[in-house]
Protein backbone atom coordinates (compact mmCIF):
# COMPACT_ATOMS: atom_id res chain seq x y z
CA UNK A 1 0.00 0.00 0.00
CA UNK A 2 1.35 3.14 -0.87
CA UNK A 3 -0.51 7.05 0.01
CA UNK A 4 -1.50 8.96 -2.80
CA UNK A 5 -3.67 11.77 -1.88
CA UNK A 6 -4.26 13.78 0.98
CA UNK A 7 -7.77 14.89 1.88
CA UNK A 8 -7.62 18.53 2.94
CA UNK A 9 -11.45 18.68 2.45
CA UNK A 10 -13.46 15.60 2.80
CA UNK A 11 -16.67 17.63 0.59
CA UNK A 12 -20.01 16.68 1.95
CA UNK A 13 -20.59 13.15 1.72
CA UNK A 14 -18.06 11.49 0.29
CA UNK A 15 -17.39 7.43 0.60
CA UNK A 16 -15.45 4.41 -0.63
CA UNK A 17 -17.01 2.00 -3.03
CA UNK A 18 -16.44 -0.47 -4.93
CA UNK A 19 -19.06 -3.17 -6.55
CA UNK A 20 -20.36 -4.13 -3.18
CA UNK A 21 -21.43 -7.30 -1.52
CA UNK A 22 -23.42 -9.57 -3.12
CA UNK A 23 -23.10 -12.16 -0.37
CA UNK A 24 -23.53 -10.64 2.60
CA UNK A 25 -27.37 -10.19 1.84
CA UNK A 26 -27.77 -13.59 3.07
CA UNK A 27 -26.85 -11.99 6.46
CA UNK A 28 -29.57 -9.13 5.99
CA UNK A 29 -26.44 -6.91 4.83
CA UNK A 30 -26.96 -4.77 2.31
CA UNK A 31 -25.01 -5.02 -1.14
CA UNK A 32 -23.43 -1.48 -0.87
CA UNK A 33 -21.62 -0.47 -3.37
CA UNK A 34 -21.28 2.43 -5.89
CA UNK A 35 -24.53 3.92 -6.83
CA UNK A 36 -23.81 4.79 -10.26
CA UNK A 37 -21.59 1.70 -11.70
CA UNK A 38 -21.02 2.99 -15.12
CA UNK A 39 -19.89 6.11 -13.76
CA UNK A 40 -17.11 3.96 -11.42
CA UNK A 41 -16.15 1.24 -13.74
CA UNK A 42 -15.62 4.30 -16.48
CA UNK A 43 -13.43 6.01 -13.96
CA UNK A 44 -11.30 2.94 -12.80
CA UNK A 45 -11.07 2.08 -16.77
CA UNK A 46 -9.54 5.45 -17.25
CA UNK A 47 -7.13 5.57 -14.28
CA UNK A 48 -5.56 2.02 -15.62
CA UNK A 49 -7.53 0.07 -13.01
CA UNK A 50 -9.88 -2.79 -13.06
CA UNK A 51 -13.33 -2.07 -12.68
CA UNK A 52 -13.64 -3.90 -9.43
CA UNK A 53 -11.23 -1.76 -7.95
CA UNK A 54 -12.46 0.92 -4.98
CA UNK A 55 -13.35 4.38 -6.11
CA UNK A 56 -14.26 7.40 -3.82
CA UNK A 57 -18.36 8.36 -4.45
CA UNK A 58 -18.48 12.14 -3.79
CA UNK A 59 -22.21 13.37 -2.99
CA UNK A 60 -23.29 16.72 -3.96
CA UNK A 61 -19.59 17.88 -3.69
CA UNK A 62 -15.96 17.20 -4.48
CA UNK A 63 -13.41 16.81 -1.90
CA UNK A 64 -9.99 18.94 -2.22
CA UNK A 65 -7.12 16.74 -2.41
CA UNK A 66 -3.18 17.30 -2.51
CA UNK A 67 -0.94 14.67 -4.55
CA UNK A 68 1.60 13.31 -2.09
CA UNK A 69 3.14 11.55 -5.41
CA UNK A 70 2.72 11.46 -9.25
CA UNK A 71 -0.44 9.58 -9.73
CA UNK A 72 -2.90 8.91 -12.49
CA UNK A 73 -6.84 9.52 -11.85
CA UNK A 74 -10.10 9.99 -13.38
CA UNK A 75 -13.06 11.71 -12.42
CA UNK A 76 -16.73 10.55 -13.73
CA UNK A 77 -20.22 10.70 -13.25
CA UNK A 78 -21.72 14.14 -11.82
CA UNK A 79 -20.75 17.38 -13.02
CA UNK A 80 -18.83 19.16 -9.82
CA UNK A 81 -16.51 20.99 -11.80
CA UNK A 82 -13.41 20.00 -11.46
CA UNK A 83 -10.24 21.77 -11.25
CA UNK A 84 -6.16 21.04 -10.55
CA UNK A 85 -4.01 23.76 -9.26
CA UNK A 86 -6.91 26.16 -10.45
CA UNK A 87 -7.37 25.47 -13.57
CA UNK A 88 -10.23 23.53 -14.92
CA UNK A 89 -9.72 19.73 -16.37
CA UNK A 90 -11.83 17.72 -18.11
CA UNK A 91 -14.21 14.74 -16.14
CA UNK A 92 -14.30 11.18 -17.96
CA UNK A 93 -10.59 11.42 -18.68
CA UNK A 94 -7.81 9.88 -17.13
CA UNK A 95 -5.52 12.86 -15.43
CA UNK A 96 -1.82 12.80 -14.31
CA UNK A 97 -1.30 14.70 -10.86
CA UNK A 98 2.76 15.65 -9.75
CA UNK A 99 3.30 15.89 -6.36
CA UNK A 100 1.59 18.58 -4.83
CA UNK A 101 -0.65 18.95 -7.26
CA UNK A 102 -4.22 20.25 -5.91
CA UNK A 103 -7.33 18.41 -7.20
CA UNK A 104 -10.66 20.56 -6.14
CA UNK A 105 -14.09 21.04 -7.73
CA UNK A 106 -15.61 24.33 -8.31
CA UNK A 107 -19.17 23.61 -7.48
CA UNK A 108 -21.75 21.00 -8.72
CA UNK A 109 -23.05 21.43 -12.23
CA UNK A 110 -25.32 18.60 -12.76
CA UNK A 111 -26.03 15.11 -11.46
CA UNK A 112 -25.41 13.80 -7.26
CA UNK A 113 -22.36 11.32 -7.12
CA UNK A 114 -18.99 12.16 -8.77
CA UNK A 115 -16.60 9.31 -8.88
CA UNK A 116 -12.79 9.40 -8.54
CA UNK A 117 -10.51 6.50 -9.40
CA UNK A 118 -6.63 6.41 -8.47
CA UNK A 119 -4.43 4.03 -10.68
CA UNK A 120 -3.94 1.09 -8.12
CA UNK A 121 -7.16 1.46 -6.55
CA UNK A 122 -8.36 3.07 -3.72
CA UNK A 123 -7.32 1.10 -0.47
CA UNK A 124 -9.29 0.55 2.71
CA UNK A 125 -10.98 -1.75 5.16
CA UNK A 126 -12.23 -5.00 3.53
CA UNK A 127 -15.60 -6.41 4.98
CA UNK A 128 -17.56 -9.28 4.06
CA UNK A 129 -15.48 -9.25 0.98
CA UNK A 130 -15.32 -5.55 -0.31
CA UNK A 131 -14.30 -2.30 0.27
CA UNK A 132 -17.70 -0.62 0.26
CA UNK A 133 -18.52 1.65 2.87
CA UNK A 134 -21.29 0.65 5.29
CA UNK A 135 -22.18 3.49 7.55
CA UNK A 136 -24.50 1.47 9.73
CA UNK A 137 -22.12 -1.11 10.69
CA UNK A 138 -19.19 1.41 10.63
CA UNK A 139 -17.47 -1.22 8.55
CA UNK A 140 -15.25 -0.96 4.85
CA UNK A 141 -13.63 1.58 3.09
CA UNK A 142 -12.38 4.24 5.32
CA UNK A 143 -13.02 2.70 8.54
CA UNK A 144 -17.06 2.57 8.83
CA UNK A 145 -17.19 6.57 7.94
CA UNK A 146 -17.28 9.57 5.46
CA UNK A 147 -13.82 10.41 4.46
CA UNK A 148 -12.60 13.57 7.06
CA UNK A 149 -10.09 16.16 6.84
CA UNK A 150 -6.45 15.00 7.09
CA UNK A 151 -6.97 11.31 6.06
CA UNK A 152 -5.05 9.78 3.62
CA UNK A 153 -6.05 7.48 0.98
CA UNK A 154 -3.54 4.83 -0.42
CA UNK A 155 -3.81 2.66 -3.41
CA UNK A 156 -3.85 -1.17 -3.01
CA UNK A 157 -1.77 -2.27 -5.61
CA UNK A 158 0.12 -1.10 -9.30
CA UNK A 159 -2.86 -0.37 -12.12
CA UNK A 160 -3.53 -3.00 -14.06
CA UNK A 161 -2.93 -1.35 -17.35
CA UNK A 162 -0.14 1.63 -18.07
CA UNK A 163 -1.03 4.60 -17.05
CA UNK A 164 -2.16 6.44 -20.09
CA UNK A 165 -2.95 10.68 -19.24
CA UNK A 166 -5.73 12.38 -22.00
CA UNK A 167 -7.56 9.15 -22.51
CA UNK A 168 -11.44 9.97 -22.32
CA UNK A 169 -14.68 8.23 -23.05
CA UNK A 170 -16.50 10.11 -25.90
CA UNK A 171 -19.85 11.80 -25.19
CA UNK A 172 -21.83 10.12 -26.91
CA UNK A 173 -20.72 7.26 -25.06
CA UNK A 174 -21.53 8.25 -21.01
CA UNK A 175 -25.13 7.82 -19.90
CA UNK A 176 -27.59 10.79 -20.65
CA UNK A 177 -27.69 11.91 -17.26
CA UNK A 178 -30.76 14.86 -18.06
CA UNK A 179 -32.98 12.15 -19.30
CA UNK A 180 -34.90 11.48 -16.41
CA UNK A 181 -37.12 8.78 -17.79
CA UNK A 182 -35.99 4.95 -16.15
CA UNK A 183 -36.57 2.22 -17.83
CA UNK A 184 -38.19 -0.11 -15.72
CA UNK A 185 -39.64 -4.06 -16.31
CA UNK A 186 -42.77 -4.94 -14.57
CA UNK A 187 -42.39 -6.05 -11.28
CA UNK A 188 -44.01 -9.28 -9.51
CA UNK A 189 -47.12 -7.79 -8.23
CA UNK A 190 -47.68 -5.27 -10.95
CA UNK A 191 -51.22 -6.52 -11.21
CA UNK A 192 -52.15 -5.00 -7.66
CA UNK A 193 -52.52 -2.00 -9.57
CA UNK A 194 -55.05 -2.21 -12.29
CA UNK A 195 -54.93 -0.36 -15.41
CA UNK A 196 -55.50 2.81 -14.01
CA UNK A 197 -52.86 2.33 -11.17
CA UNK A 198 -50.62 1.20 -13.93
CA UNK A 199 -51.08 3.89 -16.33
CA UNK A 200 -50.31 6.27 -13.41
CA UNK A 201 -47.17 4.19 -13.03
CA UNK A 202 -45.63 4.63 -16.00
CA UNK A 203 -47.52 7.86 -16.85
CA UNK A 204 -46.64 11.47 -16.27
CA UNK A 205 -44.12 10.91 -13.44
CA UNK A 206 -42.88 11.29 -9.58
CA UNK A 207 -40.46 14.10 -7.68
CA UNK A 208 -37.87 12.86 -5.88
CA UNK A 209 -39.06 13.33 -1.94
CA UNK A 210 -36.38 14.93 0.38
CA UNK A 211 -36.27 11.92 2.21
CA UNK A 212 -33.75 10.25 -0.60
CA UNK A 213 -30.33 8.45 0.42
CA UNK A 214 -28.04 5.53 -0.77
CA UNK A 215 -30.51 3.14 0.56
CA UNK A 216 -33.56 4.24 -1.66
CA UNK A 217 -35.65 7.28 -2.43
CA UNK A 218 -39.22 7.95 -1.62
CA UNK A 219 -41.16 9.05 -4.50
CA UNK A 220 -44.07 12.35 -4.73
CA UNK A 221 -46.88 12.10 -7.32
CA UNK A 222 -49.79 9.75 -7.83
CA UNK A 223 -50.23 7.90 -5.17
CA UNK A 224 -50.50 4.40 -5.98
CA UNK A 225 -53.15 1.44 -4.75
CA UNK A 226 -51.50 -2.15 -4.54
CA UNK A 227 -53.71 -3.10 -1.69
CA UNK A 228 -54.41 -6.83 -1.22
CA UNK A 229 -53.65 -9.59 1.21
CA UNK A 230 -50.37 -9.06 3.19
CA UNK A 231 -47.81 -10.23 1.65
CA UNK A 232 -44.81 -13.23 3.08
CA UNK A 233 -41.61 -10.74 3.24
CA UNK A 234 -38.95 -11.80 -0.12
CA UNK A 235 -35.74 -10.42 -1.29
CA UNK A 236 -35.44 -7.43 -2.29
CA UNK A 237 -33.06 -6.51 -5.41
CA UNK A 238 -31.64 -2.82 -6.36
CA UNK A 239 -34.27 -0.54 -8.53
CA UNK A 240 -37.27 -2.38 -7.55
CA UNK A 241 -40.19 0.02 -6.90
CA UNK A 242 -42.08 -1.12 -3.59
CA UNK A 243 -45.61 0.36 -2.90
CA UNK A 244 -46.05 0.60 1.11
CA UNK A 245 -49.54 1.49 2.06
CA UNK A 246 -49.50 4.93 1.80
CA UNK A 247 -49.41 4.53 -1.49
CA UNK A 248 -45.85 6.24 -1.96
CA UNK A 249 -43.68 4.29 -4.39
CA UNK A 250 -40.27 3.73 -3.13
CA UNK A 251 -37.09 3.36 -5.53
CA UNK A 252 -34.76 0.93 -3.62
CA UNK A 253 -31.26 1.95 -4.26
CA UNK A 254 -27.84 0.02 -3.31
CA UNK A 255 -27.95 -0.08 0.23
CA UNK A 256 -31.63 -1.46 0.33
CA UNK A 257 -33.23 -3.39 2.75
CA UNK A 258 -32.25 -6.99 1.96
CA UNK A 259 -35.96 -8.21 2.40
CA UNK A 260 -39.51 -6.34 2.78
CA UNK A 261 -43.32 -7.39 2.09
CA UNK A 262 -44.48 -4.29 0.26
CA UNK A 263 -45.48 -4.86 -3.28
CA UNK A 264 -43.17 -4.62 -5.96
CA UNK A 265 -44.83 -3.00 -8.82
CA UNK A 266 -41.73 -2.39 -11.04
CA UNK A 267 -37.73 -2.72 -11.03
CA UNK A 268 -35.67 -0.31 -12.66
CA UNK A 269 -33.34 -2.18 -15.56
CA UNK A 270 -29.91 -2.23 -14.53
CA UNK A 271 -28.61 -0.02 -17.29
CA UNK A 272 -30.98 2.55 -16.30
CA UNK A 273 -29.74 2.59 -12.21
CA UNK A 274 -26.38 4.95 -13.08
CA UNK A 275 -29.27 7.33 -14.34
CA UNK A 276 -31.35 7.27 -10.98
CA UNK A 277 -28.04 7.49 -8.96
CA UNK A 278 -27.87 10.78 -9.79
CA UNK A 279 -30.97 11.99 -8.99
CA UNK A 280 -31.49 14.52 -6.59
CA UNK A 281 -34.95 15.83 -4.28
CA UNK A 282 -36.95 17.92 -6.23
CA UNK A 283 -36.06 15.84 -9.60
CA UNK A 284 -38.76 14.86 -12.00
CA UNK A 285 -38.71 10.87 -12.45
CA UNK A 286 -40.80 8.42 -14.85
CA UNK A 287 -40.82 5.15 -15.32
CA UNK A 288 -40.77 3.93 -19.34
CA UNK A 289 -41.96 0.23 -19.43
CA UNK A 290 -39.40 -2.19 -21.34
CA UNK A 291 -38.89 -5.96 -22.02
CA UNK A 292 -36.45 -8.04 -20.31
CA UNK A 293 -34.92 -8.13 -23.92
CA UNK A 294 -34.44 -4.64 -24.42
CA UNK A 295 -33.35 -4.24 -20.78
CA UNK A 296 -30.78 -6.63 -22.08
CA UNK A 297 -29.86 -4.43 -25.44
CA UNK A 298 -29.45 -1.76 -23.15
CA UNK A 299 -26.74 -3.41 -20.95
CA UNK A 300 -24.97 -4.91 -23.64
CA UNK A 301 -24.76 -1.29 -25.28
CA UNK A 302 -23.24 -0.24 -21.72
CA UNK A 303 -20.72 -3.09 -21.45
CA UNK A 304 -19.61 -2.41 -25.00
CA UNK A 305 -19.15 1.40 -23.95
CA UNK A 306 -17.39 0.49 -20.93
CA UNK A 307 -15.24 -2.26 -23.40
CA UNK A 308 -14.16 0.31 -25.84
CA UNK A 309 -12.24 1.82 -23.21
CA UNK A 310 -10.27 -1.52 -22.75
CA UNK A 311 -6.86 -2.00 -24.75
CA UNK B 1 -55.67 -35.90 6.40
CA UNK B 2 -53.36 -33.54 5.10
CA UNK B 3 -53.33 -32.36 1.74
CA UNK B 4 -50.06 -34.12 -0.21
CA UNK B 5 -46.87 -31.86 -0.43
CA UNK B 6 -47.21 -29.85 -3.89
CA UNK B 7 -43.80 -29.97 -5.53
CA UNK B 8 -45.53 -27.70 -8.76
CA UNK B 9 -46.82 -24.64 -9.17
CA UNK B 10 -43.23 -22.64 -8.52
CA UNK B 11 -44.26 -19.14 -10.66
CA UNK B 12 -41.35 -17.07 -11.54
CA UNK B 13 -41.24 -13.01 -12.26
CA UNK B 14 -38.46 -10.96 -13.54
CA UNK B 15 -36.95 -8.58 -10.45
CA UNK B 16 -35.35 -6.17 -13.04
CA UNK B 17 -33.08 -7.71 -15.34
CA UNK B 18 -30.57 -9.40 -12.96
CA UNK B 19 -32.51 -10.91 -10.56
CA UNK B 20 -36.02 -12.63 -10.35
CA UNK B 21 -38.64 -13.88 -7.65
CA UNK B 22 -39.51 -17.43 -7.39
CA UNK B 23 -42.67 -17.88 -5.24
CA UNK B 24 -43.19 -21.56 -4.15
CA UNK B 25 -46.76 -20.12 -2.33
CA UNK B 26 -48.04 -17.52 -0.11
CA UNK B 27 -48.46 -19.40 3.06
CA UNK B 28 -46.88 -18.92 6.15
CA UNK B 29 -45.76 -22.68 6.11
CA UNK B 30 -42.91 -24.35 7.57
CA UNK B 31 -42.75 -27.28 4.66
CA UNK B 32 -42.86 -24.26 2.09
CA UNK B 33 -39.99 -22.82 3.98
CA UNK B 34 -38.19 -25.74 3.75
CA UNK B 35 -38.32 -25.92 0.61
CA UNK B 36 -37.11 -22.65 -0.52
CA UNK B 37 -34.61 -22.74 1.54
CA UNK B 38 -33.18 -26.32 -0.41
CA UNK B 39 -33.75 -24.55 -3.57
CA UNK B 40 -31.65 -21.24 -2.50
CA UNK B 41 -28.60 -23.99 -1.59
CA UNK B 42 -29.60 -25.62 -4.40
CA UNK B 43 -28.89 -22.61 -6.82
CA UNK B 44 -26.81 -20.67 -5.19
CA UNK B 45 -23.97 -23.82 -6.49
CA UNK B 46 -25.13 -22.68 -9.94
CA UNK B 47 -22.19 -20.56 -11.78
CA UNK B 48 -24.62 -18.28 -13.70
CA UNK B 49 -26.22 -17.48 -10.07
CA UNK B 50 -24.92 -14.86 -7.59
CA UNK B 51 -26.65 -15.23 -4.50
CA UNK B 52 -30.05 -17.12 -4.03
CA UNK B 53 -32.06 -15.96 -0.63
CA UNK B 54 -35.07 -17.76 0.89
CA UNK B 55 -37.87 -15.83 1.90
CA UNK B 56 -40.75 -17.25 3.59
CA UNK B 57 -42.36 -18.96 0.73
CA UNK B 58 -39.82 -17.59 -2.35
CA UNK B 59 -36.64 -17.52 -3.62
CA UNK B 60 -35.47 -14.38 -4.39
CA UNK B 61 -31.90 -15.23 -7.17
CA UNK B 62 -29.40 -12.42 -8.26
CA UNK B 63 -27.83 -13.72 -11.56
CA UNK B 64 -25.46 -13.07 -14.13
CA UNK B 65 -26.90 -11.79 -17.21
CA UNK B 66 -24.34 -12.17 -19.15
CA UNK B 67 -24.42 -15.76 -18.35
CA UNK B 68 -28.17 -16.58 -18.36
CA UNK B 69 -31.48 -15.39 -18.98
CA UNK B 70 -34.44 -15.01 -16.88
CA UNK B 71 -36.23 -17.91 -19.11
CA UNK B 72 -33.67 -20.07 -18.82
CA UNK B 73 -33.07 -19.82 -15.23
CA UNK B 74 -36.78 -20.05 -14.58
CA UNK B 75 -37.08 -23.36 -16.61
CA UNK B 76 -34.04 -24.94 -14.20
CA UNK B 77 -35.78 -23.27 -11.25
CA UNK B 78 -39.18 -25.60 -12.47
CA UNK B 79 -36.68 -28.62 -12.44
CA UNK B 80 -35.39 -27.69 -9.04
CA UNK B 81 -38.31 -27.17 -7.43
CA UNK B 82 -39.97 -30.61 -8.95
CA UNK B 83 -37.54 -32.63 -7.24
CA UNK B 84 -37.95 -34.27 -3.62
CA UNK B 85 -36.67 -31.69 -1.46
CA UNK B 86 -34.25 -33.49 0.88
CA UNK B 87 -34.94 -34.62 4.27
CA UNK B 88 -34.89 -31.35 6.12
CA UNK B 89 -31.98 -31.27 8.78
CA UNK B 90 -33.38 -29.92 12.39
CA UNK B 91 -31.69 -26.39 12.45
CA UNK B 92 -29.30 -25.41 15.47
CA UNK B 93 -31.36 -24.21 18.40
CA UNK B 94 -30.45 -21.24 20.07
CA UNK B 95 -31.57 -20.85 23.89
CA UNK B 96 -32.12 -16.92 24.31
CA UNK B 97 -32.75 -15.12 27.58
CA UNK B 98 -35.46 -12.53 27.67
CA UNK B 99 -36.11 -9.57 30.20
CA UNK B 100 -39.73 -9.31 29.80
CA UNK B 101 -39.78 -5.41 30.71
CA UNK B 102 -40.44 -3.91 27.42
CA UNK B 103 -41.78 -0.42 26.52
CA UNK B 104 -45.29 -2.04 25.16
CA UNK B 105 -45.57 -5.28 27.27
CA UNK B 106 -48.46 -3.57 29.45
CA UNK B 107 -50.16 -2.38 26.46
CA UNK B 108 -49.80 -5.62 24.79
CA UNK B 109 -51.22 -7.34 27.90
CA UNK B 110 -53.90 -5.11 28.02
CA UNK B 111 -55.67 -5.07 24.49
CA UNK B 112 -55.12 -9.05 24.19
CA UNK B 113 -57.31 -9.42 27.92
CA UNK B 114 -54.31 -11.09 29.38
CA UNK B 115 -51.81 -10.56 32.00
CA UNK B 116 -48.61 -9.58 31.21
CA UNK B 117 -47.29 -12.52 32.45
CA UNK B 118 -49.16 -14.36 30.85
CA UNK B 119 -47.57 -12.72 27.60
CA UNK B 120 -44.29 -13.49 28.83
CA UNK B 121 -45.14 -17.16 29.21
CA UNK B 122 -47.32 -17.74 25.95
CA UNK B 123 -44.09 -15.78 24.55
CA UNK B 124 -41.21 -18.15 25.62
CA UNK B 125 -43.70 -21.42 25.20
CA UNK B 126 -42.81 -22.57 21.60
CA UNK B 127 -39.20 -23.27 19.55
CA UNK B 128 -39.93 -20.83 16.80
CA UNK B 129 -38.29 -21.25 13.12
CA UNK B 130 -35.70 -18.62 11.37
CA UNK B 131 -37.75 -17.99 8.19
CA UNK B 132 -35.93 -15.78 7.05
CA UNK B 133 -32.74 -13.41 7.80
CA UNK B 134 -33.09 -10.04 5.92
CA UNK B 135 -34.47 -6.54 6.11
CA UNK B 136 -31.72 -4.81 8.59
CA UNK B 137 -28.13 -7.11 9.33
CA UNK B 138 -29.18 -9.88 11.49
CA UNK B 139 -32.39 -9.51 11.68
CA UNK B 140 -34.00 -12.96 11.41
CA UNK B 141 -38.35 -13.66 10.94
CA UNK B 142 -39.27 -16.24 14.00
CA UNK B 143 -42.57 -17.91 14.04
CA UNK B 144 -45.11 -18.92 14.09
CA UNK B 145 -46.24 -16.82 16.86
CA UNK B 146 -48.93 -18.69 18.96
CA UNK B 147 -52.59 -17.05 18.08
CA UNK B 148 -53.53 -15.68 21.50
CA UNK B 149 -50.29 -12.65 20.57
CA UNK B 150 -51.27 -11.86 17.57
CA UNK B 151 -51.65 -8.05 16.92
CA UNK B 152 -51.14 -5.81 14.02
CA UNK B 153 -47.91 -3.76 13.72
CA UNK B 154 -48.42 -0.16 15.97
CA UNK B 155 -49.75 2.38 14.01
CA UNK B 156 -47.10 4.87 14.33
CA UNK B 157 -43.63 2.94 13.98
CA UNK B 158 -40.88 4.06 16.31
CA UNK B 159 -37.95 6.00 14.75
CA UNK B 160 -35.36 4.58 17.50
CA UNK B 161 -35.95 0.67 18.58
CA UNK B 162 -33.32 -0.28 20.89
CA UNK B 163 -30.94 -2.91 20.23
CA UNK B 164 -31.87 -5.87 21.82
CA UNK B 165 -35.31 -5.54 21.52
CA UNK B 166 -37.73 -8.84 21.58
CA UNK B 167 -41.04 -7.68 19.21
CA UNK B 168 -44.07 -8.99 18.09
CA UNK B 169 -46.27 -8.74 15.12
CA UNK B 170 -48.80 -10.53 13.59
CA UNK B 171 -47.77 -13.96 13.71
CA UNK B 172 -44.50 -13.38 14.13
CA UNK B 173 -41.51 -12.41 16.67
CA UNK B 174 -37.84 -10.80 16.43
CA UNK B 175 -35.22 -9.57 17.93
CA UNK B 176 -33.88 -5.52 17.02
CA UNK B 177 -29.77 -6.50 16.06
CA UNK B 178 -29.45 -2.57 15.96
CA UNK B 179 -30.67 0.53 16.91
CA UNK B 180 -33.66 0.95 14.09
CA UNK B 181 -36.75 2.59 12.95
CA UNK B 182 -39.52 -0.17 13.75
CA UNK B 183 -43.24 -0.82 13.84
CA UNK B 184 -43.07 -4.08 16.24
CA UNK B 185 -44.34 -3.73 19.99
CA UNK B 186 -41.62 -4.69 22.02
CA UNK B 187 -42.10 -6.79 24.78
CA UNK B 188 -38.60 -7.20 26.55
CA UNK B 189 -35.14 -7.39 26.03
CA UNK B 190 -32.29 -9.70 25.71
CA UNK B 191 -28.27 -9.55 25.52
CA UNK B 192 -27.35 -12.01 22.87
CA UNK B 193 -25.59 -9.80 20.00
CA UNK B 194 -27.54 -10.74 16.72
CA UNK B 195 -25.33 -9.23 14.30
CA UNK B 196 -22.35 -10.10 14.56
CA UNK B 197 -19.75 -7.90 12.84
CA UNK B 198 -16.44 -9.27 12.75
CA UNK B 199 -17.71 -12.98 12.18
CA UNK B 200 -18.44 -14.24 8.60
CA UNK B 201 -21.52 -15.03 8.48
CA UNK B 202 -21.89 -11.75 9.93
CA UNK B 203 -25.01 -12.97 12.09
CA UNK B 204 -26.10 -15.67 14.68
CA UNK B 205 -29.39 -17.20 13.32
CA UNK B 206 -29.23 -19.21 9.87
CA UNK B 207 -32.71 -19.21 8.06
CA UNK B 208 -33.58 -23.27 9.18
CA UNK B 209 -32.35 -22.71 12.91
CA UNK B 210 -34.47 -23.24 15.63
CA UNK B 211 -34.87 -20.02 18.66
CA UNK B 212 -36.33 -21.24 22.10
CA UNK B 213 -36.77 -17.85 24.79
CA UNK B 214 -36.71 -18.23 28.44
CA UNK B 215 -37.47 -15.61 31.12
CA UNK B 216 -34.13 -14.18 32.72
CA UNK B 217 -34.67 -12.75 36.10
CA UNK B 218 -34.21 -8.83 35.62
Known amino acids: MSHVLRVEKPGLFSTVQDLGRPNAIAAG ?12 RAANLLAG ?19 LRSCLVAIAGADFDPHVNGRPVPAWTGIFLSQGDELTFAGRRSGARAYIAVAGGVAGDRWLGSLSTNMLAARGGMHGRLLKAGDVIAVEGQASAPAISGRQLGHHLRPDYAAHSLAAIVGPHINRL ?13 TVSRDADRMGYRLEGPLLDAAGDELLSFGLAAGAVQVPSSGQPILLMADHQTAGGYPVVATV ?8 AQLLPGDEVSFAEVSLEAARRMRAAQRAALDSLIS | MPAPLS ?96 PDLEAVAEQLGLAAATVAE ?91 FFAARA
Open chain 1, 29 to 40: VPPGGAMDRFAH
Open chain 2, 122 to 212: IHARPIYRVFLIGFVPGWGYLGPLPEELELPRRHVPRTKVPAGSVAIAGRQTGIYPLATPGGWHLIGRTSVKLFLPDSDPPCLFRAGDRVK
Open chain 1, 269 to 276: ASAAMPVA
Open chain 1, 49 to 67: NNEIAATLECTLSGPELVA
Open chain 2, 7 to 102: TTGVQTHPLGDAALLAELGTRLDTALNTRAIALASALKKRRDVRQAVAGYASVTVHFDPDRTTHDALAAAIKRLASKRPPMAEPGRLHRIPVTYDG
Open chain 1, 194 to 206: GPEGRKALFGAGF
